[in-house]
Nanobody
Framework: QVQLVESGGGLVQPGGSLRLSCVVS????????MSWYRQAPGKQRELVAS???????VYTDSVKGRFTISRDNAKNTVYLQMNTLRPEDTAVYYC?????????WGQGTQVTVSS
């Protein structure tokens, strides 16, 4: 059974930082790419960043230079380091992996950027 559990969200002031974590179980983690998505109220879920099994990364334009995705295969964990946060980064953040044609999602963690 594949499980993804996010943590690390919270309330932060503009310009602040947070690090999200996603612990994965039920798969050989090192074999699979991972992604972070986010969904703001009233908006569609969007891809934020992805990392392949060999740690190649891609980012959506709005977070380039501010967010960093990384993975620790020994801990079955993918991270999203978020710096210089903006109010428009407020959303529920989800991690996801795709195995064959099936998508597996975590439950999400709320990030709120506000003064």
């Amino acid at each position: 059974q594949v499980q993804l559990v996010e943590s690390g969200g919270g309330l932060v002031q503009p310009g602040g930082s947070l690090r999200l974590s996603c612990v994965v179980s039920g798969i050989r983690f090192s074999d699979f790419g991972m992604s972070w998505y986010r969904q703001a109220p009233g908006k569609q879920r969007e891809l934020v960043a992805s990392i392949t099994s060999v740690s190649n990364t891609v980012y959506t334009d709005s977070v380039k230079g501010r967010f960093t995705i990384s993975r620790d295969n020994a801990k079955n964990t993918v991270y999203l380091q978020m710096n210089t946060l903006r109010p428009e980064d407020t959303a529920v953040y989800y991690c996801k992996t795709k195995i064959f044609n099936n998508n597996y999602w975590g439950q999400g963690t709320q990030v709120t950027v506000s003064s």
